[in-house]
């Protein structure tokens, strides 16, 4: 039985007007644009949720919480992502560390990181130490660059307990 297992996520969503703007748990009030999605739309924590499982072999969260269902509806996607703790809990792993990539040309990340890894290690049950959260800009190409979505790429590792 193996001891760690990695897995990858990948999530992008559209940046609308007037939306909302919640990225890793964390609110930015005064930014204008805003992911858009069935939930809250935060592809942070999508992003993750989506390493995890695959980690887990679990599968992905529209398997899990398909967009679909009413239930999701305006849901608050950390406690989407501390469900999915919960499923890789149960399945016999914990979370070593996890490590984000953000894509986007506003809002500002870098003030927010701090509160962002202290929201994710808490939907996570770990310490903000093992959640990393970097900012990138689109740097003008591609529909990061030119302001149209955020895309956020993650990657997780998973350990057995006591391992
Ligand atoms: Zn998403």
């Known amino acids: ?32 644009v805003g ?3 069935h939930s809250d739309g935060d592809p942070v924590c999508h992003a993750l949720a989506d390493a995890l499982l695959g980690a887990a072999g679990l599968g992905d969260i529209g398997r899990h919480f398909p967009d679909t269902d ?3 509806a305006g ?33 500002l990340l870098a003030p927010a990181v701090p509160r962002m890894q202290g929201k994710l290690a808490g939907a996570l049950g770990v310490e903000p130490g093992q959640v990393s959260v970097k900012g990138t800009r689109g740097e003008g190409l591609g ?3 030119r302001g149209e979505c955020v895309t956020v790429q993650a990657v997780a590792l998973l350990q057995r307990p006591g391992a």
Request: charged residues 30%.
């Open 1 to 32: 039985m193996s001891t760690f297992r990695i897995g990858q996520g990948w999530d992008r969503h559209r940046l609308v007007e007037g939306r909302r703007c919640v990225l890793g748990g964390v609110e930015f009030p005064d930014c204008p």
């Open 75 to 107: 849901a608050d996607s950390l406690d989407l992502l501390s469900r999915v703790r919960d499923l890789v809990e149960a399945a016999g792993w914990r979370v070593g560390n996890v490590d984000a990539t953000v894509i986007t040309e506003r809002p």
């Open 35 to 37: 992911p858009l999605g």
């Open 143 to 145: 529909p990061e660059g």
């Open 70 to 72: 009413p239930r999701w």
